[in-house]
């Protein structure tokens, strides 16, 4: 094994197969901490490895090319998630090797050479695959600083003045180069100036989220102050509105003021913020006033010192450097002098009763960690991935149901993930509708027409028509206990009018929701509610209990939805974690950006492997009649794509979820055709088609439980759990379904 391994390292001048560094630092991590007999804790190897990349960071280095988002902020990234990625990309290629695993000695978690190559390696050889280790680092390096390594700020500012205003007004926003520039390469220049502290600043930049800003920025925070363009001071670069001037300026938030305060006193605020600095403060280097034009109004009026750069006149390069020294040495002033003053703080509001905020410019990963967070102040714990799970499956269809047991937290996942972003009972945007047995079409939902001939509205009329209102914010509808009535009786006319959205205007919209003889004679209600649809703010999810007091649901209602399961509690009281607050975010948060294929011309490479997995998927699904046609696919590639585009979920996991989630609720029978249907799915989950199951086995079940407990790498491991669930159930019954 000791020659295989050597081959698998390769030679130290190839980096042959190393697409990012996980891999080396992984190796060289393991290697570092392990024992005589290759044993070594994950957590001693996950702070090795983080070691590795905050040490690049400080000497202003990027940690890599093209980072998952915990390694480029990794400063900030807790251990857990640091082992996660270890687990996701490094671990998971050397271990499907076969020359590591992860072992739990005494409940704690170690990385395990392999027995067979720890005997085989002599002491000459780890110091041999240290200095090979060493080197390939030093040379997948050495290219990506040799890019990196000038402070070249000339040549950034004249390419933001000269591709932005042109990318915002004929480009595509998805995957637009403009977007690494200023959120990654700009940055990484300026964390390389000469007497940068990245322990004290961290820089962010933006150019808006899933659509482009208007003024796109890059800011420069102190985290003893603030690390949001929401409050605080902070130093922030922005290009103007026509893309023709740039700004260095000191400036300040101003969310928290104008959820306060309105905007007109917010600005007031701002201005006598603005003044009492300059006061204090000396900046020869800028001006002192807020009288230049930019395209949003805030940021102009927030302005406390800037300073212009004008496009085809940018300053020299020292110029460049030497304005933005002097003006972290403002921003240093500023911090001693608020530090010591804290009789009277010059930007901090009270922070009781702080009210929401809105959040306009957002990263969809730090948003969805502040809602799990949030939720965890409630008291609940939810399982791995399942925020980004729920917020994905929402995009991709806003249509979701969530299945379990009674009691998991299936309704307070709903109300909890409303409320974190702003929408509760008390302002409307969230309505909890309990199902009743005896509901048998949509009237109930929709109003029906009384002996008077006047059109009474339904529970839903009025919600719907609010949230078409104010499209801006989303709107959550939660139908408790969906299934104990009929709901492809109840909900038929949702289900066929949401397979009716498209584009038009700019809004997503829908056929009309109530015909125009169920109003009858009233015409006053037919011009009120007649043009009522299902608005792009919309977002329904169903709960569900299996049980002997509820109905199955048909193909028809499965096929629109994703289906989470909520198999998971855990009883532990949770420690609120800081302090987790609510926020408004508006609509483009959730709201699906494609909905049609052919939209999503730059994740190709995504659908097309998706569509190779779902054929094979489909052509085993034949056996038992129950494959899957263009509305699943599509959904389940519109899922992936928006895992890619915010990198939240591993590939092969949000994969995992979709198979699990939108192909096997729909799968239910008596037949042995089913049994071997599922004998075939789980050689598919598994990876591995030479995996021996008979259909006529009792005991195939078992089997299959046998292997996922043996095999650490499995490709579609909750699916192959389920499916294996399945079998047994069948064996046991004689007749299976999803549902427990």
Not at 187 to 206: H, M, Q, W
Not at 305 to 330: C, G, H, Q, R, T
Request: aromatic share 12%; net charge negative.
């Amino acid at each position: 094994m000791k020659k295989e391994f050597f081959e698998y390292i390769g030679a130290e001048d190839s980096l042959a197969s190393y697409s990012r560094s996980y891999k080396l630092v992984f190796l060289k991590s393991l290697l570092a901490t392990m024992d005589a007999e290759g044993k070594a804790g994950a957590f001693q190897v996950t702070e090795q490895f983080k070691s590795f990349y905050i040490a690049r960071k400080k000497s202003g280095k990027l940690p890599d090319a093209n980072v998952d988002a915990r390694i480029e902020n990794i400063e900030h990234t807790p251990n857990t998630s640091i082992l996660s990625v270890i687990l996701d990309n490094p671990y998971k290629a050397i271990a499907g090797k076969g020359f590591v695993k992860q072992r739990e000695f005494d409940d704690i978690s170690y990385f395990v050479l392999s027995p067979d190559l720890v005997a085989e390696l002599t002491p000459e050889d780890i110091t041999n695959l240290n200095n090979i280790i060493e080197k390939k680092i030093q040379l997948y390096f050495s290219r990506i600083d040799g890019d990196t390594m000038a402070v070249d700020m000339q040549s950034l500012f004249n390419r933001m003045l000269d591709s932005y205003y042109d990318s915002r007004t004929s480009q595509a926003f998805a995957g637009n180069a403009t977007g690494e520039l200023f959120r990654k390469k700009a940055p990484a220049i300026l964390e390389k100036v000469p007497t940068f502290d990245g322990d004290t600043y961290l820089i962010k930049g933006s150019i808006g989220q899933g659509n482009w800003a208007t003024v796109p920025w890059i800011c420069v925070f102190d985290k003893r102050i603030t690390m949001t363009a929401q409050h605080g001071v902070y130093i922030v670069y922005l290009l103007s509105e026509k893309g023709d001037k740039l700004y260095l300026t000191f400036n300040q938030g101003c969310t928290k003021y104008i959820a306060e305060l309105g905007k007109k006193k917010a600005i007031q605020k701002m201005q006598e913020i603005a003044k009492d600095i300059r006061s204090k403060m000396k900046a020869d280097r800028f001006i002192a006033k807020n009288d230049f034009v930019l395209g949003n109004e805030y940021y102009e009026q927030g302005s406390i010192f800037y300073k212009e750069y004008a496009k085809e006149n940018v300053p020299a390069n020292d110029e460049l450097i030497a304005d933005f020294k002097e003006m972290l040495k403002i921003y240093q002033q500023y911090y001693n002098m608020t530090a010591t003053d804290q009789a009277s703080p010059i930007e901090e509001i009270p922070e009781k009763e702080e009210p929401p905020m809105i959040i306009e410019e957002y990263i969809v990963s730090d948003e969805l960690t502040r809602i799990a967070e949030y939720i965890a102040t409630k008291g609940f714990s939810y399982e791995g991935n399942l925020i980004a799970n729920f917020y994905l499956s929402l995009k991709a269809k806003p249509f979701v149901l969530l299945a379990g047991t009674s009691g998991t937290g299936k309704t307070k996942l709903v109300k909890l993930f409303a409320e974190a972003l702003g929408a509760n009972t008390a302002n409307g945007r969230l309505k909890l509708v309990p199902v009743h047995p005896d509901w048998s079409d949509s009237t109930d939902l929709f109003g029906h027409v009384d002996l008077n001939g006047h059109y009474v509205p339904g529970v839903l009329t009025d919600f719907i028509k609010a949230a078409m209102a104010e499209q801006d914010k989303p709107y959550f509808l939660c139908l408790d206990e969906m299934n104990l009535a009929r709901v492809e009786y109840y909900f038929c006319d949702i289900l066929s009018v949401i397979e009716t959205r498209r584009t038009e205007g700019g809004k997503i919209i829908t056929d009309p929701l109530i015909a125009t003889e169920v109003f009858g004679r009233d015409e006053t209600a037919k011009t009120k509610y007649g043009n009522l649809y299902l608005p792009e703010n919309l977002y329904i999810v169903g709960t569900v209990n299996m049980d002997e007091t509820t109905f199955p649901f048909s193909k028809k209602v499965l096929d629109r939805a994703n289906t989470i399961e909520f198999s998971y509690v855990n009883l532990d009281t949770i420690n609120p974690i800081g302090n987790a607050k609510t926020a408004i975010l508006d609509n483009r948060f959730l709201q699906s950006e494609y909905l049609l294929l052919g939209e999503c011309t730059e994740y190709e490479d995504i659908i097309f492997s998706t569509v190779s997995i779902l054929k094979q998927i489909n052509e085993t699904l034949k056996v038992a009649n129950a494959q899957v046609g263009y509305r699943v696919r599509d959904e389940i590639c519109y899922y992936l794509v928006y895992n890619a585009k915010y990198s939240l979920i591993d590939h092969h996991d949000a994969l995992d979820l979709s198979i699990l989630q939108k192909i096997l609720p729909r799968i239910q029978g008596s037949s042995s055709s089913i049994k071997t249907m599922l004998i075939e799915l789980f050689k598919i989950c598994i990876g591995n088609a030479d995996e021996l199951y008979q259909a006529a086995d009792n005991a195939a079940s078992d089997s299959m439980f046998d292997y996922l407990n043996r095999q650490e790498s499995v490709p579609y491991r909750k699916s192959a759990e389920k499916v294996a669930f399945m079998t047994r159930r069948f064996e046991e019954d004689g007749y299976t379904s999803y549902w427990l």
